[in-house]
């Protein structure tokens, strides 16, 4: 499999935000947290709020478990809200102010952070075997996972908390898919560690789709594609729901040149979760398939809600070109490059100066 360097240069410029999803709300937390981790967001939200109105908020969990939702979804003050309500209504319970922390350390507030993280811990030894091992693990892990994320990442104290949580729980499998995560940041290079550490998480659960994405995310990284696929179709064999399975082998066909594959791939995805950043990548392959109408029809659906993505003009004006809509083309690529001035401006490429040179001439700019 190979690259294009036109497809690569296609690529850049990736934002994300979340659309309506519908699906049956879950009935239980554990199916809320699979769809959370499935990234379906909005559908684990209302999963959650349906369990809030349950009347029992499982002694607290319920209240981070629902902030994790907002958490991962990018909308923090929420995320924050649940934490708080969790900490208020139950502050014996450590994982909401692990949640705290996390927010705090999103925010670049590190001493606040660390203070949150602190009083976790604290709570989780006080308690001791008072508290499960499973929710002992989880404190520590979550910590670790908030260190490897967010603008700053502190790879020390992440790897500190993950060994921690080995100490509780040496056969759980979520510690050694944050360890693999752990040594694909500490060493790039070589990702021998990483890829050790999902296989073991594999060997204790054969059914972790999560340490599944994973490897084949790291054999991706490091040009592997044909085992990368290989892992990608086992994971989406074992869980068709796992949405992040199909973007992610989406993304290998694209760069494999496999556009057809990856259209059907993002179209899959965009059935479990209808983001931006999955529409825009379908939008990117309907176009080098040359279906240029159909492309046209999608970047402008994300346009309805967001146009700060310059790259789809580009998409939109070469589309109308091919059509022979030249003033429609013109229209777009000028606005492509007026956009150049700004800080975040896409690299200009050849394609770029030889579609708006063709448009001129064919609206007699010549």
């Not at 994300?16 to 699979?34: C, D, G, R």
Request: aromatic fraction near 12%; include cysteine.
């Amino acid at each position: 499999m190979n690259f294009s360097k036109k497809a690569i240069s296609l690529c850049s410029g990736i934002a994300l935000f979340s659309l309506s999803v519908y699906a049956m709300p879950a009935q239980t937390i554990k199916e809320a947290i699979h769809m959370t981790e499935s990234e379906r967001y909005e559908v684990a939200s209302a999963a959650f709020k349906n369990l809030v109105k349950s009347g029992d908020d499982m002694g607290g969990d319920l209240w981070f478990y629902y902030g994790d939702n907002f958490l991962e979804w990018g909308i923090l003050d929420s995320a924050k809200i649940m934490f708080q309500k969790g900490a208020d209504t139950k502050p014996s319970n450590p994982l909401n102010f692990v949640g705290l922390g996390s927010i705090a350390w999103m925010e670049n507030n590190a001493d606040l952070a660390k203070q949150n993280f602190y009083k976790a811990t604290s709570l989780t030894t006080t308690q001791g075997s008072a508290l499960a091992k499973d929710k002992q693990s989880i404190v520590y892990l979550k910590i670790a996972e908030a260190y490897l994320m967010g603008s700053t990442r502190n790879l020390s104290d992440a790897f500190t908390n993950i060994n921690l949580a080995l100490k509780v729980n040496s056969n759980n499998p979520n510690a050694y898919i944050l360890l693999g995560d752990y040594w694909a940041q500490k060493n790039v290079t070589d990702v021998s560690e990483a890829i050790k550490n999902y296989e073991k998480a594999i060997d204790l659960d054969k059914t972790s789709t999560k340490a599944f994405l994973r490897l084949g995310q790291m054999w991706v990284g490091v040009q592997n594609y044909d085992e990368g696929l290989k892992v990608y179709t086992k994971a989406i064999a074992m869980d068709s729901t796992f949405a992040p399975t199909y973007r992610s082998r989406g993304d290998l066909l694209f760069l494999a040149r496999r556009y057809k594959g990856a259209i059907t791939d993002y179209k899959k995805y965009l059935s479990l979760n209808d983001s931006r950043t999955a529409r825009e990548k379908y939008a990117k392959a309907i176009f080098l398939t040359k279906d240029y109408k159909t492309a046209i029809d999608e970047i402008k659906e994300v346009q309805k809600k967001d146009t700060s993505n310059l790259i789809l003009y580009r998409l939109i004006g070469y589309s109308y070109y091919e059509l022979a809509d030249y003033p429609q083309g013109l229209l777009y690529m000028e606005k492509f490059l007026n956009r150049q001035k700004l800080k975040d401006k896409p690299k200009l490429i050849a394609l770029d100066h030889s579609y708006y040179g063709k448009l001129l001439w064919k609206t007699g700019k010549d």
